[in-house]
């Protein structure tokens, strides 16, 4: 992702941040299997500090929290910050991009990405992953969740504000062996149809629970063009 790609993401989510947390920031409420896969997460995770990535308002933070979980929230929008700090006083959040994490490496006991890599291109995953493999523990776990399919939707207005931005469905497959080639295991992989209308997008959607193996192997020597298509 280019810098200019990247100031027109974080731009329009600024944009949308009101009203983005209007509608969504108790979208769990209607979720069940969402809520089940985010209690064995917690459940699963090791002793540690998770971070949400592309947290927007806070909802799955949040949740993580009252869980028990030690949670922050990162995400590229200034504008979902502040409305994430509006919401959850007691959670830290912060601005970050998750292509170049500032964070040390093996810091984490956890990420969850909830739909994080819904504004990513194809040709941009695998570094992100690789990020979230550097920055997570040995045997930390990563809980990510994304829209399935093989389209590209590219929007300009969205609930009445002037946005630009590309929104990508991936195919689970692919999903997986992006995550495998940076040197993830996968330990499950869970797919639904969508919720009724009034409570999400119309799109299938998968979870896929991956670890960083406890001894590991250095994803600079997997072959990054085995999944590709």
Not at 10 to 30: G, I, K, V, W
Not at 77 to 90: C, I, P, Q
Not at 157 to 169: N, P, V, Y
């Amino acid at each position: 992702m280019t810098d200019p790609l990247t100031r027109s993401i974080a731009n329009s989510y600024d944009r949308l941040a009101d009203e983005y947390a209007r509608r969504l920031f108790h979208e769990l409420d209607n979720k069940p299997l969402d809520r089940q896969l985010l209690d064995r997460f917690a459940a699963q995770v090791v002793v540690g500090t998770v971070c949400d990535m592309g947290c927007g308002p806070g909802q799955v933070a949040r949740y993580l929290h009252r869980a028990g979980v030690t949670v922050f929230g990162l995400d590229l929008s200034l504008g979902m910050v502040a409305e994430a700090r509006r919401l959850n006083s007691d959670i830290t959040f912060r601005e970050g991009n998750m292509l170049s994490l500032a964070l040390e490496d093996g810091t984490l006991a956890g990420i969850t990405a909830f739909y994080a890599i819904v504004n990513i291109p194809k040709q941009s995953l695998s570094s992100v992953f690789r990020e979230m493999h550097r920055v997570l523990l040995p045997g930390g776990l990563l809980l990510l969740a994304f829209h399935v399919g093989d389209d590209t939707l590219h929007e300009d207005e969205l609930w009445g504000r002037a946005i630009s931005m590309d929104f990508f469905l991936f195919p689970t497959d692919e999903i997986r062996r992006t995550l495998e080639n940076a040197g993830f295991v996968i330990d499950e992989v869970v797919e639904r149809g969508p919720y009724p209308p009034e409570v999400e997008y119309q799109s299938n959607r998968a979870y896929i629970f991956a670890r960083k193996p406890a001894r590991t192997r250095n994803p600079a020597l997997v072959d990054t063009t085995a999944g590709a298509q």
